[in-house]
Nanobody, 121 residues
């Protein structure tokens, strides 16, 4: 079993910053990709940023230049540094990871429980 545990959400004023963390634990051999998504009530989940095992990153146009995704040296924890936050960034943020349980195994998709980010105007 694998768990993704998120932390770091909260309430912040417009222009403020937050840092989200997501740690993977359990039966993890390797993580090929980690990502952050966000979702508002009644809307589809939106991809925010991704980072590959090699460190390549991609961002949604709406967060480019404001958000930074990174991974720790062990590559089992992913971070999302969010600066210059706007009210439209208010959402539940979800961590996602593509995980191999052992060498040569299939890659499985895992999600965190979500953390609320609220930006007040």
């Amino acid at each position: 079993q694998v768990q993704l545990v998120e932390s770091g959400g909260g309430l912040v004023q417009t222009g403020g910053s937050l840092r989200l963390s997501c740690a993977a634990s359990g039966s993890v051999f390797s993580i090929t990709r980690m990502a952050w998504y966000r979702q508002a009530p009644g809307k589809q989940r939106e991809l925010v940023a991704t980072i590959s095992s090699g460190g390549s990153t991609n961002y949604a146009d709406s967060v480019k230049g404001r958000f930074t995704i990174s991974r720790d040296h062990a590559k089992t924890t992913v971070y999302l540094q969010m600066n210059s936050l706007k009210p439209e960034d208010t959402d539940v943020y979800y961590c996602n990871a593509h995980i191999q349980h052992y060498s040569g195994s299939s890659v499985y998709d895992y999600w965190g429980q979500g953390t609320q980010v609220t930006v007040s105007s």
